[in-house]
């Protein structure tokens, strides 16, 4: 019984050990992102394209999915299945509200004429904000299976805890990561 | 919340308990799509064999345009009409062929069996695990590199032929399809391939780390590791770092190429008489992110050379490898330092002297732990009855290689003299020897010691000594030769030196090299007949038929499914040679010490 449990203990280990090394290469994905973008900013073409205020809103919806996480993981751990399965639908809808939000902001800007290669910011925005998105999307797969262990019968708290802990990494990571490279792209 | 430290008390989820009663597999689930970490580290290793054949073929083409550049081949014309239409090579061709030989050798060959193939195979034996952390990662990774490599061979099928940028893909080259023909879809498709590699190895990596983390025997602290396990755990770290940068290129470029975009496309730039659309881009930011990766590239692939070379050698000197602990730390500094010195390879790129001096600098920083490790290597030897079985012969072979390669790395991080031998036949022999010459022999060393773990069964050691000799004699010859082809101006990629006066006096040489290199690859053949012989017909092997410590000599050869019967227990260090036990002159890592 106790090797079972030592081995079910391990294995939430090395899932959170890969989860942090698979976040350290997508940190460097996105570091080598920047570093370009700082290098190709110092060029004579260099013109800044306006941005849609759409990616506020977007932020403001990221910001929320992960504040709902958390009260969702709360409840969950309360055995609050109610909330805890609530707080995760809303997670989802305002991810996928994330989601469609920057589509929107894309098509705003195609709308305006503003392409890919209409200059190297908007090209760097397509870039990022595309590599970002799909990354997203990863991360709503996972949030998806969390929340239907959440919302199945029969839930083991400790070991849903240790998979929503996984979900809720990759989740607020990324929502890390938009802010940066929102801040990246609208100052500098 | 787990109470358990990674890093800490090591435990296995497979390691606890009696091994797990499952039934039989059948022959897909057992030997094709495979969990095992032994299945996929032989699925890596003769995958990259195949590709080696590729990469070698290759490599018989630019030789024998180098040494006989005139010579019309009809044989070939016939084989290859759009390459080689008269039989004698189009530059074009040329540079397609060059571009592949590297890639393939690099990262389909190299990275295939030595990195993924010895990595799988060895490191969850090693630390005395059922498998991998995550044997469905694995066995994804294989296949999806797998496609990988199918993916590159199959450029040579597209119009245009395979890329042709070099296997460093510098852009312009290889962001304007008019450029060369093999700028057309081949490009795309090396591209395409790369980022497949890529993903595939940043999963073998991470399982590599991961393992070596969480599931190591009770008793198998990090400091009891065998360097071979070392060397992975560091090559993987800085795979898994170095790579996303190129990941972040490779995704520019395939949007320079195809959708307009101008990262590293410049203003005013003319190909085919038309001046492109692109402003402002930069081809250096290219190089500086290809670089990024393709420093730490180098030590993920020499480092486990190495590893694998310290773990042999005392198998066969009869005592313990010198100076354990210096060796470990001299990886971990290796690994930090090969983060920062990627600009060595862009001295001529027009930098600021005081990046050059800098770049200088931490090169011939990283020099420091690189000889010590050496020297370490060779006081290995120091006072040894050597053995010289085959493995020992290309551990050997690794030791001389590294340090007479390493010499030329001397020169080529001082930005001085990096100016002059820029781009010429003495950076192709220095890279030769190291991450050609030093990992070949390492992975030929790896794979005469490890076969009877593989297969059961032994390989044929006159066989083997012959291979040995018709492989490091005429590699040293050729790449030897190279350095001072180099000092003479000689530079690389070119197709043919017959134009160029002050040459003429090296087409001499480059026969030679020429002959050398078939000689080589001819020598090869004895290598591949002993394979397969050794494979059905060789002498049945022994668990430990070396009479070495580390924990995979204390299973069956070849080990069964999940390893080990029973949880190993570690009680010593990987290297307890020299002492009496009533196994003989060592102690396998379990055998209980006389104060325990």
Redesign the interface.
């Known amino acids: 019984m106790n090797?079972l449990a030592?081995?079910i203990?391990?294995?939430?280990?090395?899932m959170r050990?890969?989860l942090w090394?698979?976040l350290?290469?997508?940190t460097?994905?996105f570091?080598?992102?920047t570093?370009?973008y700082i290098?190709?900013r110092s060029?004579?073409?260099?013109r800044h394209v306006a941005l849609p205020p759409i990616l506020w809103l977007n932020t403001l919806v990221l910001g929320a999915s992960s504040v709902t996480l958390e009260i969702a993981s709360r409840a969950g751990l309360e055995r609050r299945w109610r909330a805890a399965g609530g707080g995760f639908a809303a997670a989802l809808v305002l991810g996928f509200g994330f989601l469609a939000g920057q589509i929107g902001a894309w098509r705003q800007m195609v709308a305006e004429g503003v392409y890919?290669?209409s200059s190297?910011h908007s090209?760097f925005f397509y870039?990022m904000t595309g590599?970002h998105a799909l990354h997203v999307v990863a991360a709503l797969a996972v949030l998806l299976w969390s929340a239907a262990a959440t919302w199945s019968a029969g839930r083991d708290v400790r070991a849903w805890d240790?998979q929503v802990g996984l979900c809720r990494t990759f989740w607020h990571y990324l929502g890390g990561v938009w802010v940066f490279l929102f801040a990246l792209v609208s100052l500098y | 919340m787990s109470t358990h430290v990674l890093g800490g008390p090591p435990r296995s989820p497979h390691n606890v308990g009696p091994a797990p009663v499952e039934h039989e597999p059948g022959f897909i689930r057992r030997y094709v799509f495979s969990t095992d970490h032994k299945i996929i580290g032989i699925q890596y290793i003769l995958t990259g064999l195949v590709m080696a054949i590729a990469g070698a073929a290759l490599a018989t083409l630019i030789r024998l345009q180098l040494g006989w550049p005139e010579h019309h081949w009809l044989w070939l014309s016939r084989l290859l009409p759009v390459g080689m239409p008269s039989g004698v090579m189009t530059p074009e061709f040329y540079l397609a062929v060059v571009t592949m030989h590297g890639t393939i050798m690099v990262f389909f060959f190299v990275s295939f069996v030595l990195v993924s193939g010895f990595g799988n195979y060895l490191v969850p034996l090693q630390v005395g695990a059922r498998d991998m952390a995550f044997p469905f990662l694995n066995m994804l990774s294989y296949w999806i590199a797998l496609l990988s490599a199918v993916t590159m061979l199959a450029s040579f099928l597209v119009e245009g032929g395979a890329a042709a940028a070099g296997w460093t893909a510098y852009p312009p080259l290889s962001a304007v399809a008019a450029a060369v023909p093999g700028s057309q879809m081949g490009q795309t498709i090396w591209l395409l391939s790369m980022a497949l590699f890529i993903a595939s190895f940043t999963m073998s990596g991470l399982n590599i780390v991961a393992t070596v983390f969480s599931v190591r025997a009770p008793g198998l602290s990090m400091m009891r590791l065998p360097l071979t396990v070392w060397s992975y755990f560091i090559a993987s770290i800085l795979g898994l770092l170095a790579f996303p940068p190129l990941t972040a290129a490779a995704v520019m470029l395939l949007l320079d190429r195809h959708f307009g975009t101008s990262f590293f496309l410049p203003s005013g730039l003319i190909i085919a008489n038309k001046v492109l659309p692109n402003t402002g881009g930069s081809p250096l930011l290219w190089q500086h992110l290809f670089w990024f990766l393709g420093h730490p590239e180098v030590y993920v692939l020499i480092l486990p050379a190495l590893g694998i070379a310290c773990d042999i050698l005392p198998a066969f000197t009869r005592k313990p490898v010198f100076g354990y602990r210096i060796s470990v730390w001299c990886l971990v500094a290796v690994g930090c330092l090969s983060m920062i010195v990627w600009g060595h390879h862009m001295f001529v790129s027009g930098m600021s002297p005081f990046s050059g001096e800098y770049f200088s600098l931490v090169t011939l920083t990283i020099t420091v732990p690189m000889t010590i490790f050496g020297v370490n290597m060779l006081a290995s030897l120091w006072g040894a009855k050597l053995q010289l079985t085959t493995a020992m012969l290309f551990s050997l072979g690794v030791i001389a290689l590294f340090g007479s390669g390493g010499l030329g790395g001397l020169f080529l991080g001082n930005a001085t003299a990096d100016m002059q031998l820029h781009d010429t036949y003495f950076v192709v022999g220095h890279f030769h020897m190291m991450i050609g010459g030093v990992t070949l022999l390492a992975t030929f060393g790896a794979i005469y010691f490890w076969f009877p773990k593989m297969f059961g069964r032994m390989m044929n050691e006159t066989l083997g000594k012959l291979h040995f000799w018709f492989t490091f004699a005429p590699f040293f010859l050729i790449f030897f030769m190279q350095h001072f082809l180099g000092l003479q101006g000689a530079p690389r990629r070119y197709y043919a030196f017959t134009a160029f006066d002050y040459l003429q006096k090296t087409r001499g040489q480059n026969l030679v090299i020429s002959i050398a290199a078939m000689v080589l690859i001819s020598g090869q053949f004895l290598f591949l007949v002993n394979f397969v012989w050794s494979l059905f017909r060789g002498h049945r092997a022994a668990a430990n038929p070396w009479h070495a410590t580390t924990l995979e000599w204390t299973v069956a050869s070849p080990p069964p499914h999940g390893n080990f019967d029973a949880v190993p227990v570690v009680q010593r260090w990987a290297y307890e040679y020299g002492v009496q036990t009533i196994d003989g002159d060592f102690a396998v890592q379990t055998v209980p010490s006389v104060s325990a």
């Open positions: 090797a030592d081995d203990t391990l294995r939430e280990d090395q050990l890969g090394m698979f350290a290469t997508v460097m994905l570091a080598a992102f570093s370009a290098v190709r060029g004579s073409d260099w890919l290669p190297p090209s870039m590599a240790a």
